[in-house]
């Protein structure tokens, strides 16, 4: 069974034909239901880590932790930026996660719409490597997927420049050899998919687990203008064909 290469230099090896669409997959609350799985964890272990990195009490570690979220779109961002945190560092230290495999849960139609899909696809995650091949492994679904860009992957110029930064998008479009309106990201996060949008790759917002957590626009209004699909499940995907241009945002709820 064919396994993932993970980095960009699966990407040089296995450049995508310019013709044939590339499907960019987010890994937690997209591919599996990381609320449930994984995301009380690593936020528990990332407030304790700025706790006692940072000498902060609990509360005043928790706080900085969502504002470096909300203000960078990784709370890893602002500790490196802010006081010189290394990022391997962190990132071991908030996923390690036992028992990770045993609380892992996907929808099996999901992936098997997933497999259908003709043209490359590829986990892109701000999470780190080692995590992100647990959790695919334990769904049994690393091999749908060319490679897997996590976190470490997403360095330029001696800088992590994750999801949202719109140039580590347009180095991922250029390494592919595509250009983005080629690439549909699959996400469930709405601030990657505006990055995404603004350098004309194509977005699919998923609300199968957002559900839960906000309180959702209605089917058929209150989408954002840079979301062009918003998917009810994976499985509305096989509906989409290829990424494409579209007037205005459709709705695919299965």
């Not at 899909?117 to 749908?144: C, D, F, M, Q």
């Not at 250029?174 to 996400?187: D, F």
């Amino acid at each position: 069974m064919r396994k993932p290469a993970s980095g960009w230099h699966i990407l040089t090896s296995r450049s995508a034909s310019a013709l044939r669409p590339v499907w960019l997959f987010d890994l937690d609350d997209t591919l599996h239901d990381a609320g449930a799985a994984s995301m009380p964890g690593i936020n528990t272990a990332m407030t304790e880590f700025v706790q006692r990195e940072l000498r902060l009490t609990r509360d005043e570690a928790d706080a900085l932790r969502r504002q470096y979220w909300r203000r960078y779109g990784a709370t890893l961002l602002g500790l490196v930026r802010h006081h010189g945190v290394k990022a391997a560092h962190f990132l071991h230290d908030t996923h390690r996660l036992p028992g990770l495999e045993a609380r892992v849960s996907g929808q099996h139609h999901d992936f098997a719409a997933i497999a259908r899909l003709a043209g490359s696809k590829i986990v892109l995650t701000n999470a780190p490597r080692a995590y992100a091949l647990r959790v695919l492994r334990a769904l049994r679904i690393e091999h749908l997927f060319d490679t897997v860009l996590s976190i470490e992957d997403m360095a330029m110029f001696g800088h992590l420049r994750p999801k949202p930064d719109a140039r580590m998008l347009r180095r991922l479009c250029a390494r592919l050899r595509v250009h983005p309106r080629r690439c549909l990201l699959v996400e469930d996060t709405l601030m990657h998919q505006k990055a995404a949008r603004s350098i004309g790759m194509r977005t699919a917002w998923l609300m199968r687990y957002v559900r839960r957590r906000v309180v959702a626009p209605r089917p058929a209004a209150g989408c954002p203008a840079y979301v062009d699909h918003r998917l009810g499940s994976l499985r509305a995907l096989s509906r989409l064909r290829k990424p494409a241009l579209r007037k205005g945002p459709a709705a695919l709820f299965q």
